[in-house]
T-cell receptor, first 113, second 110 residues
Framework: KAGVTQTPRYLIKTRGQQVTLSCSPI?????VSWYQQTPGQGLQFLFE???????NKGNFPGRFSGRQFSNSRSEMNVSTLELGDSALYLC????????????FGPGTRLTVL | EDQVTQSPEALRLQEGESSSLNCSYT??????LFWYRQDPGKGPEFLFT???AGEEKEKERLKATLTKKESFLHITAPKPEDSATYLC???????????FGKGTRLHILP
């Protein structure tokens, strides 16, 4: 069974640009969550989607947004990039939103210059 | 405010030297506490979920325990391949958000 896949794996952008990251969950998983991981702040929750609906959101500015498609694939978008957005962005999937065991993808390493 | 604090930040052990990692948490209503392992360049790998004080779970050389204020991850006779960052997270009943600690970097010397 294929795991969670994230594309691209690495990305370099400049300040002010926008970026879209993609996540394909494990087959049969309908819940997708996004996290930002930095050395200083650790893993921080961005948002969770289940059945194409955002059901939870962390404390990030509105520049961070996401969506989920009918096939459970998810994208997150960051607009007007700032240097501080440089981080590893992780996607995790689980079968349902009330499930406990999350499976993480390898992440997308975003560098903002 | 809900929060998770892990200690120590880093730990170096000799192969076979048992130890424990600590995860202290403050949450208004615990739905679950999770332990993950993260290797460099990879996403976290799920290890355990604990739901209530007194619960224990084991997997190979790892055993996780839970009290009302903290969780311990006990590592018995570790091997170099146990070297990784171990992350603790809690899920709050009120909003289902999952809050992670900053992790403990564990290095096992051969």
């Amino acid at each position: 069974k294929a795991g969670v896949t994230q594309t691209p794996r690495y990305l370099i952008k400049t300040r002010g640009q926008q970026v879209t990251l993609s996540c394909s969950p494990i087959s049969g998983h309908r819940s997708v969550s996004w996290y930002q991981q930095t050395p200083g702040q650790g893993l921080q929750f961005l948002f969770e989607y289940f059945s194409e609906t955002q059901r939870n959101k962390g404390n990030f500015p509105g520049r961070f947004s996401g969506r989920q498609f009918s096939n459970s694939r998810s994208e997150m978008n960051v607009s007007t990039l700032e240097l501080g957005d440089s981080a590893l962005y992780l996607c995790a999937s689980k079968v349902t939103n009330w499930d406990n065991e999350q499976f993480f993808g390898p992440g997308t390493r975003l560098t903002v210059l | 405010e809900d929060q998770v604090t892990q200690s120590p930040e880093a730990l170096r052990l000799q192969e076979g030297e048992s130890s424990s990692l600590n995860c202290s948490y403050t949450v208004s209503g615990l739905r679950g506490l999770f332990w993950y392992r993260q290797d460099p360049g990879k996403g976290p790998e799920f290890l355990f979920t604990l739901y209530s004080a007194g619960e224990e779970k084991e997997k190979e050389r790892l055993k996780a325990t839970l009290t009302k204020k903290e969780s311990f991850l006990h590592i018995t006779a570790p091997k170099p391949e146990d070297s990784a960052t171990y992350l603790c997270a809690v899920q709050a009943e009120k909003d289902d958000k999952i809050i992670f600690g900053k992790g403990t970097r564990l290095h096992i010397l051969p």
